[in-house]
C-alpha cells in the first residue's frame, strides 16, 4: 500500500490523491501532523509535501515527478495521452497550473483577510488536532506564509494582472468544459490533474470560490477529477472537435501567460534578477524563481524529445508554440 503525507489545503497534495484514486490504488493519507512528523521526517528528503512513501519503502516527493512514477508503474488505467503532440499539450498545462496558476491561488488565500484566517485555521487544525486551540498556530501559518507573497510574485503591484489572467482562464476553461468531460475530451490527462488540484484550492476559499461561483462547468470537472474521475477511461476527442473552445484556452494560458512568463524567469534565474513580463496588457514584476526554471527546462527537454513531426503536429494546434520554446 502506498502512504501519501499531505494536507488538503495543499494543491499538490490533492492532485497526487487524485491520481492514486484515479488509478485506483490502495493508498494511506497521512494529514502530515505534530504526531506524524517523525515518520515524515524519517523518508523526506525536503521538508515539504507531498510525499509518497511506496510500497517497497523508496520515498518520493514533487508531485510531478511522482505522478511520472505512478504512471509508468501502473501504466493502466491511462493518464497520459496517446498522441504525443496533444501529451506535450497536457504537460505544459500541468506546468502552467504548477508554477503559474498557483500564484492566483496564493495571491487569494493570503493577500485577503477573510482567505488567511480561513486557511491558517484549516491547518492548524489539521496539523495540531482537534482537541487543541489552533489560534495561536494559526497566526503563526498565516504570519509565515504572508512572507512567502513576494518572493511568488503576490504583490499588490501584481494583483490586477493575477486576479484579470485567472478570471480569463476560469471564464475559457469553462466555456471549454461545457462542450467535453475533461481537457481533451474524453480522455483524462495530466493537464486535467494540474488544473483541477489548482481550482480545487480555489473554490475552498471564500474570495475566488464567490468569483467562480458561476463557472458550474468548473465546478463538475473539478469534483470528477479529484474524486479520480469516477473510474471513467474513454479516448481522446478529435482535434476538430476540441478545436473551437480549446484553442482560446491554450492561446491565453499558455501561449500567452505562462510559457514567456516561464522564459523570462529562466533566463533572470542564474542572477536572482527581478524581471519583467507583459501578461495580457499588464505588468508582471518578480524575482526569479529558480525551482520554475528547472520545470521549464524539463518543459523544454520534452519539447526537444518530440519528433519534428510531432513539433509539427503541436504546433498547428497552437500557433506559434514552436516559437515559444524555441
Known amino acids: 500500500m502506498y502512504q501519501l503525507f499531505g494536507i488538503d489545503v495543499s494543491p499538490y497534495s490533492v492532485k497526487v490523491r487524485a491520481l492514486l484514486r ?9 494529514i502530515r501532523n505534530k504526531d506524524n512528523e517523525p515518520a515524515f521526517r524519517e523518508k523526506a528528503k525536503l521538508p515539504i509535501i507531498p510525499l509518497l512513501i511506496t510500497p517497497t519503502g523508496d520515498s518520493l516527493q514533487d508531485s510531478t515527478p511522482i505522478m511520472d512514477f505512478l504512471e509508468q508503474a501502473h501504466p493502466s488505467p491511462n493518464a497520459q495521452l496517446a498522441d504525443p503532440a496533444l501529451n506535450f499539450l497536457a504537460y505544459a ?33 489539521a496539523s ?9 498556530y494559526a497566526e503563526k501559518i498565516g504570519a509565515f506564509l504572508m512572507t512567502r507573497r513576494e ?59 464567490a468569483r467562480l ?38 492561446d491565453h494560458l499558455l501561449l500567452h501567460t505562462y510559457l514567456p512568463w516561464a522564459r523570462a524567469n529562466a533566463a533572470s534565474s542564474a542572477t536572482n534578477e527581478t524581471f519583467t513580463t507583459h501578461i495580457q496588457g499588464h505588468e508582471f514584476t518578480q524575482s526569479a524563481q529558480k525551482y520554475p526554471a528547472k520545470s521549464w ?7 526537444q524529445a518530440l519528433s519534428n513531426e510531432e513539433r509539427a503536429s503541436a504546433n498547428s494546434h497552437l500557433n506559434g508554440l514552436d516559437e515559444a520554446m524555441a
Open 22 to 30: 484515479y488509478k485506483n490504488l490502495p493508498y494511506e493519507w497521512l
Open 93 to 125: 498545462l500541468e506546468e502552467a497550473a504548477d508554477e503559474w496558476l498557483i500564484k492566483a491561488m496564493f495571491h487569494y488565500r493570503w493577500n485577503y483577510e477573510a482567505d488567511r484566517i480561513d486557511a491558517s485555521r484549516r491547518i492548524a487544525i
Open 128 to 136: 495540531l488536532g482537534p482537541d487543541q486551540d489552533p489560534t495561536a
Open 151 to 209: 518572493p511568488l510574485g503576490c504583490t499588490s503591484d501584481n494583483a490586477e494582472a493575477i486576479e484579470a489572467q485567472l478570471d480569463e482562464t476560469a471564464l475559457r476553461l469553462d466555456q471549454h468544459l461545457g462542450e467535453h468531460r475533461f481537457i481533451f475530451g474524453e480522455a483524462i490527462s495530466f493537464a486535467d490533474f494540474g488544473l483541477a488540484c489548482i481550482f480545487y484550492e480555489l473554490l475552498s476559499d471564500p474570495t475566488p470560490r
Open 213 to 250: 461561483a458561476k463557472l458550474k462547468n468548473i465546478h463538475r470537472w473539478v469534483d470528477s477529477v479529484m474524486a479520480g474521475a469516477d473510474g471513467h477511461v474513454g479516448d481522446v476527442t478529435p482535434w476538430p472537435k476540441l478545436a473551437p473552445t480549446l484553442t482560446p484556452l491554450l
Open 297 to 303: 527546462q524539463v518543459l523544454v527537454q520534452r519539447w
